[in-house]
Each structure stands twice: as C-alpha cells, then as structure tokens.
C-alpha cells in the first residue's frame, strides 16, 4: 500500500507557473505508474497527465500538452507536475494518484488508480 501527500498548489495569476509535488510513502513508489488528475467545482475529475513505473513515457491530457510537465524522482519517491502558462480554467484541486494497471491506456481512466492523495488547490486568476 502506498500513502501520497501533494503539495505546492497555491494562487497565481494568468501566465504564471506552479510545481506540484506528490510524496509518497512506502518503499513500493517505483511499482506504481502514477497519474495526475483535477477536478474543478461542478465538474467530473479529469485526467491530466501520467508516467510509467520508469518515468520513460509520459502521457498528456490534450489541454495540458504543451504546457505541463510529469516526472518522477524513484529515489525520492516523488512525484512532480510543472506546470507553465497557467490559466483561469487550469483552476481545479489537483489530485497525484497511484496504479497497479500496466498499459498506457488505462492512465487515462480514474477508475483505474488504486491509490489517490488528498488533493491541493490551484487557483489561476485572470
């Protein structure tokens, strides 16, 4: 089992950037692909990027292409989200969560993570 702790949310205006980080306890972190997902007020949780277990391969969400970056630190047992050019609609609790499931069709879907933090808030005015 896996415990995971984002941090570095927070609010900043249009343009700016924020790093997301994801600790997680254990010392299965490598095991897991890992996926980060947001959910804004009235909306369903969304898909935003993914990593497999090496780092190696990334996916994006087409709204995010371009603009976030995932990786990982196995040796830390962390989890980062860089994320650049910020706008209002990225506004959303970002979630890092952890799954057992190889493939990378199967990041894509929420369902499919086994493991989920607590969430933080990133707020992005205009």
């Known amino acids: 089992q896996v415990q995971l702790v984002e941090s570095g949310g927070g609010y900043v205006q249009a343009g700016g950037s924020l790093r997301l980080s994801c600790a997680a306890s254990g010392r299965t972190f490598s095991t897991y692909a890992m996926g980060w997902f947001r959910q804004a007020p009235g909306k369903e949780r969304e898909f935003v990027a993914a990593i497999n277990r090496s780092g190696g391969s990334t996916y994006y969400a087409d709204s995010v292409k371009g603009r976030f970056t995932i990786s990982r630190d196995n040796t830390k047992n962390t989890l980062y989200l860089q994320m650049n050019s910020l706008q209002p609609e990225d506004t959303a609790v970002y979630y890092c969560?952890?799954?057992?499931?190889?493939?990378?069709?199967?990041?894509?879907?929420?369902?499919?993570?086994?493991?989920w933090g607590q969430g933080t808030q990133v707020t992005v005015s205009s």
């Open positions: 969560a952890g799954t057992t499931y190889y493939g990378s069709s199967a990041y894509y879907i929420a369902t499919n993570y086994d493991y």
